[in-house]
């Protein structure tokens, strides 16, 4: 990092008069109030604020001037992300993943995430090589993303060759958050975008290996040899927008026993918002999202059909990405109800998400509702899955101006017989947030 933060100040020094200064900077912060947060058969209360702030500067168009016609960019960004201090707080189920994600036992975190270089017209025209600690996010996330803390690596993208908008090469080499042993993992592929009409499609293959002992979903891991494949499409024009990921999981793990256990998974993400003027409220959006993975029939499998990847786009500090205010699915997992690795009971894998919703807009001001239906695509020793719940979000925001949004949520969880026990009762959410960004 020192020398990465050495060679950016002699570019600087040696070529700032041909090159521009970007400076941005987001703070996000929020006052949180659960009550009657599920853990397993009990209800907790939960209070807590949390922060999260980044800040980034990037010289841009620094001539190399050895080169007929390259230049380069380079940039450094710094997150913090803090939480609560109370052991309360840090404590509960529902925080204590993300400390295990970001591999942080304290209630902050401050650290880099991004240091990279990028070189455009990289030893031929049309090549664009970006060296470093990145972000990135492939598609929809499904498989890969670097979760707002970046990923170690190199990227080529190779642009207008062989009638593809874009020929992308990568590899990136990560420590898995979910390994005892703090192990490296090498993350390689390659993703093909071309456009199509009034979309834009996506076709994408990934690798990632390692040789220590890891989590799964229903199964721990000695040695890990995954590759995904996928299929994207993206819409995003005046009056509707619209995004699809396909993706298969397949490769082999040894579980800690020895036995080979082959993995057979799928997953896939459907988002669609369309906007429209309904009389008198003006502009509104209604949208509708779908998410589903495959999971495990029984305990005793060869066949592992829980589709699951460490790098799924899940986290942005102390905040889940995911559909509903509290239970926050993704592609595989939930907000933890139990202290498993996708967040279910054991025997639970696989997430069935349907979601409905609408924004009306008047002015500055909006109002959205949205209602959640989540389901365990699979449970041991059914033909089916079993419900999970329901969710219903009220959110009200004002813009304060282009760089500031304040906004209030109200939400309600109500279990269903996946989750549900004798006293279980609804979880609700109260929120406050600010959104600052310059």
Do not use: C
Request: charged share 20%; proline share 2%.
């Amino acid at each position: 990092m020192n020398k990465f933060l050495f060679f950016i100040l002699m570019a600087v020094t040696n070529n700032s008069f041909a090159a521009k200064l970007d400076i941005s900077s987001e703070n996000n912060f929020s006052i949180k109030s659960f009550e009657n947060l599920i853990n397993q058969n009990k209800n907790y209360n939960l209070s807590y604020y949390n922060l999260n702030s980044q800040f980034s500067f990037a010289l841009k168009n620094i001539t190399l001037e050895e080169t007929d016609n390259s230049w380069m960019d380079a940039s450094v960004g710094f997150k913090y992300f803090s939480i609560d201090s109370s052991s309360r707080t840090i404590n509960s189920l529902y925080i204590k993943e993300f400390n295990q994600f970001y591999q942080n036992d304290n209630p902050y975190y401050f650290f880099v995430d991004k240091a990279y270089i990028k070189v455009y017209n990289f030893i031929y025209n049309d090549i664009v090589a970006t060296f470093g600690r990145q972000p990135y996010t492939l598609s929809m996330g499904n498989v890969l993303s670097d979760n707002s803390k970046g990923l170690n690596g190199v990227r080529l993208e190779f642009l207008n060759k062989l009638k593809m908008d874009s020929i992308d090469f990568l590899y990136f080499r990560e420590n898995n958050p979910y390994s005892e042993e703090n192990i490296s993992e090498n993350i390689y592929g390659v993703s093909l975008n071309k456009s199509f009409g009034d979309g834009l499609w996506n076709l994408y293959y990934i690798a990632n290996s390692n040789n220590g002992k890891t989590k799964d979903i229903s199964f721990d891991s000695n040695k890990t040899d995954k590759k995904f494949s996928g299929i994207s499409y993206l819409i995003n024009s005046e009056n509707i927008s619209y995004t699809s990921e396909f993706s298969l999981e397949k490769g082999n793990s040894k579980d800690i026993g020895g036995k080979n256990i082959n993995h057979n998974a799928y997953s896939l993400s459907i988002n669609a918002t369309w906007k429209m003027e309904i009389p008198k409220f003006g502009n509104s959006n209604a949208r509708f999202v779908y998410l589903k993975s495959s999971g495990n029939p029984n305990s005793t499998f060869t066949e592992n059909k829980a589709f699951y990847s460490p790098y799924s786009k899940r986290f942005n500090g102390y905040e889940r990405i995911g559909v509903g205010e509290i239970y926050r699915a993704s592609i595989f997992d939930t907000s933890k109800t139990s202290d498993t690795l996708n967040g279910l009971p054991d025997g639970l894998s696989g997430i069935t998400t349907v979601g409905f919703g609408a924004d009306l807009i008047k002015g500055k001001r909006t109002i959205s509702l949205d209602y959640f239906g989540y389901k365990a695509t699979q449970a041991f020793n059914s033909d089916s899955g079993q419900s999970l719940g329901t969710e219903f979000d009220i959110k009200y925001s004002f813009d304060m101006g282009e760089k500031l949004n304040f906004y209030l949520v109200y939400a309600t969880f109500s279990p269903k017989s996946g989750i549900k026990k004798p006293d279980i009762k609804s979880t609700k959410l109260f929120s406050l947030n600010i959104k600052a960004r310059f």
